[in-house]
């Protein structure tokens, strides 16, 4: 007889090997955050500790090359886990947060001037000591903006390196991250930047003054940045994946931290509207650690918008980027054979010498043998149009999802297409295109079917003046700031549309493979372009005042802003924060308002974190007690005001200290704008000074009733020198 007992045996062994099998492919990259390090901690020793924790919560399947990465400057590791393993991590005693290695998506000549900051303005020498970090696609060195002419070496409290990459005087540090080592074929294994994102942000900061640049002819004039004697040091963690890892980003972070930098700029976020609790996000735990430092982030507030609600970085230490117009605004017209021309947007350097081509409709023309009909070919998706029957042609579609998945749609002259959104976010393509209003869509669809030869020609683009400037861009992301409602967001806004800085040349511009127009300097768009122009506004402020803390820095360029139209700008404050940049007036702003790491503690115990999570992530015996305070977002010393009413009547008093950067003797007088629904109260009203550096404090206390979702009001302290004014913003929605 025939024992069954081996053959069990040998069943069950294949069922815990395909267990085993199932769970290891179930394991997902995740940050594991445990605030600081612990006090006298031997910086060596964290690798182990982070090991030993490993081990404890993977058993027998733990490896040597479990741990992935461990951070220097924060308490952090990098490992893969099962959802059930990271849940197990996160009750461990000293974590904070463990979250997933999410994916975040990278987010002049006139701009510059129209802000009020000439090519000749007043700069300190020590402009050349400030060095800025830039996390973003990396840098491309040979682009003219990055010369090292005429700069000494690197200042002498630079810590930092160059990987794989040649420096120079300029440029003082390149480092690259992917931890997880996911490549596309085409990624250039260094610093080097092969998609000129990171290069576009760079230079908008940093980069050398060139003149006569331009993009094919459009946006022409000097290429310049806004610290122009400033050292940059690249931080790669953005990769033709499309992928900006949390882990990398995080990484990145640590760097900068320890080599060095004054300020850190970073155009990177979510690629989708989630809202995640502060310290479950890169950005914001990264920044945090930054500010501990004395660095102040500038992030941009995403590409999101433009609904309420749309931004997905809102911690109150950084500092959030929106994206307004200029004086710039670039169209593109197509003309129909019946005479009819109808203005779109597109950045199209393709000259057809108005020569008219068929215009034919893409619904009309499926590629059937590629299995696909109108339904498809309506929106022209890839390969869903008939090669044969657009060769030679305009064509007409509905929509397109973007410049990569249009192509060179089958070998057609060009393409129309259609949008809802506002003509402020320009794209370009590998043909010439352009992207007109729904109602003009129909217009010409109407024309196309009414005659048999019907016909159009594409116009290069050109420039012309907006009048209704500046504007938020729609595609800029919305506050208010879903996970602290009393605090505003974004704070400031800067030039983010039709900005032209230095590209990557093998790079095209549309994109798209087989696109031969390389180029050196390239016209973009996005809260990406916004944020490196604040980004240089606070490193020109801390060339003045290298001792300025993050919030003194972030205060001067909210308080000198240029307040914006609330009649272009609906959702007011939520879109423009503090208002537009003002870079001549942000060195001086008088008075400011300052923030520590203690005062973002007492904020932290209002905001429901307990005193085991404070420990952790300070690592000193922080305690809530006596400030486990719901009201302490109202003690928070922001240089604004948010107010989240959910009755008709409210009075509610905030807490504020400024101190004194202005004149030694000076004298301010409150002054309040308000409309007729709000009382809003300054006590005391007027704050006396006889020193720099004196501070005091005073009360506002805002009362009335709201009958509409947004109310707007500023406050204004003025000595007759300086104007310090504070957005405050009421509102229920």
């Known amino acids: 007889m025939i024992s069954l007992r081996p053959c069990l045996l040998f069943i069950l062994l294949c069922i815990a090997t395909v267990k085993h099998a199932h769970s290891n492919n179930d394991r997902k990259t995740y940050i594991v955050y445990m605030g600081d390090h612990p006090k006298d901690t031997d910086l060596t020793s964290i690798p182990s500790l982070h090991t030993t924790m490993a081990q404890k919560v993977l058993g027998s399947d733990f490896k040597t090359e479990a741990v992935l990465h461990s951070y220097k400057n924060f308490n952090a590791f990098v490992m893969k886990l099962t959802e059930e393993e990271a849940k197990r991590m996160a009750e461990m005693e000293s974590v904070v947060s463990v979250f997933p290695n999410g994916k975040n998506v990278p987010r002049t000549t006139r701009s510059w001037n129209f802000l009020g900051l000439p090519q000749n303005t007043n700069r ?24 090292d002419k005429g ?33 596309a074929k085409d990624d250039i294994l260094s610093p080097r930047d092969g998609e000129g994102h990171g290069s576009h942000c760079a230079s908008t900061v940093a980069g050398n003054s060139v003149n006569s ?49 004054d300020v850190i700029s970073i155009s990177t976020g979510l690629g989708n509207i989630v809202h995640v609790p502060y310290f479950q996000d890169s950005n914001n735990i990264g920044s945090f650690h930054a500010m501990k430092k004395g660095i102040l982030t500038s992030n941009s507030a995403n590409n999101l918008g433009p609904n309420l609600y749309s931004m997905t970085n809102y911690a109150p230490w950084l500092l959030s980027v929106a994206a307004s117009t200029f004086d710039r605004k670039i169209v593109t017209k197509v003309k129909l054979g019946n005479g009819a021309i109808y203005e779109g947007v597109s950045i199209n350097t393709f000259d057809l010498k108005r020569k008219l081509y068929p215009l034919v409709y893409g619904g009309d023309i499926p590629n059937t043998a ?49 949008n809802n959104y506002p003509k402020d976010l320009p794209g370009a393509y590998a043909l010439p295109a352009l992207e007109v209003t729904l109602w003009d869509l129909r217009l010409i669809h109407s024309y196309l079917t009414s005659n048999r030869n019907a016909t159009a020609t594409i116009f290069k683009s050109e420039e012309v003046n907006d009048g209704l400037i ?16 009393n605090t505003l967001k974004p704070d400031i806004a800067a030039p983010g549309v039709e900005v032209i800085a230095a590209w990557s ?112 992530l300070t690592a000193d015996h922080s305690s809530c007690k006596g400030q486990a305070n719901k009201k302490a977002v109202f003690e928070l010393n922001l240089p604004s005001f948010s107010l989240y009413v959910n009755d008709s009547y409210f009075s509610s008093p905030y807490r504020r200290t400024v101190t004194n950067v202005g004149s030694t003797t000076s004298t301010y007088k409150a002054r309040v704008i308000a409309p007729s629904l709000l009382n809003i109260q300054v006590k005391p009203n007027t704050l006396s000074f006889t020193s720099i550096g004196q501070k005091k404090s005073f009360y506002v206390i805002i009362q009335g009733r709201i009958n509409v979702e947004i109310l707007s009001a500023s406050l204004i302290w003025d000595d007759g020198n300086h104007q310090v004014r504070s957005p405050i913003v009421v509102y229920q929605f």
């Open 213 to 261: 640049v331009s993009l094919f002819g459009l946006a022409s004039g000097t290429a310049r940045g806004g610290v122009p004697s400033a050292r940059i040091a690249v931080y790669k963690v953005c990769w033709k994946t499309g992928n900006c890892g949390d882990a990398d980003t995080l990484a990145a972070f640590d760097e900068a931290i320890s080599d060095g930098v």
């Open 470 to 485: 500046p504007s938020i861009a729609s595609f800029s992301s919305r506050g208010p700031n879903p996970i602290t409602p």
């Open 505 to 616: 040349p093998i790079d095209p511009i549309s994109s798209v493979k087989g696109d031969k127009r390389k180029v050196k300097y390239n016209v973009i768009s996005g809260t990406s372009m916004a944020c490196p122009h604040a980004t240089a506004t606070a490193a020109y402020i801390k060339s003045f005042h290298p001792n300025w803390s993050p919030a003194m820095i972030k205060s001067a360029l909210m308080t000198t802003a240029t307040p914006m139209s609330r009649t272009l700008n609906p959702e007011a404050e939520f879109a423009y924060g503090a208002g537009l940049i003002n870079p001549v007036k942000a060195p001086n702003p008088g008075l400011v308002y300052d923030i520590n790491e203690a005062d973002y503690i007492k904020f932290l115990c209002g905001e429901g974190f307990t005193d085991k999570e404070l420990r952790v």
């Open 124 to 147: 300190e020498t020590t402009e050349s000591d400030i060095i800025v970090g830039v996390i973003d696609t990396g840098i491309w060195p040979e682009s003219e903006s990055f010369s």
């Open 370 to 418: 590629g299995g696909h009909n109108s339904s498809t070919s309506r929106y022209c998706e890839k390969d869903s149009l008939d090669k044969h029957s657009v060769q030679g042609k305009i064509v007409l579609c509905e929509s397109i999802q973007g410049a990569e998945d249009a192509g060179f749609l089958s070998g057609a002259v060009g393409v129309i297409f259609g």
């Open 151 to 183: 700069f000494g070496p690197p200042p002498t409290k630079w810590k930092g390196s160059c990987h794989n990459f040649t420096c120079n005087n300029k440029i003082i540090g390149a480092k690259y991250f992917n931890l997880k080592r996911e490549f």
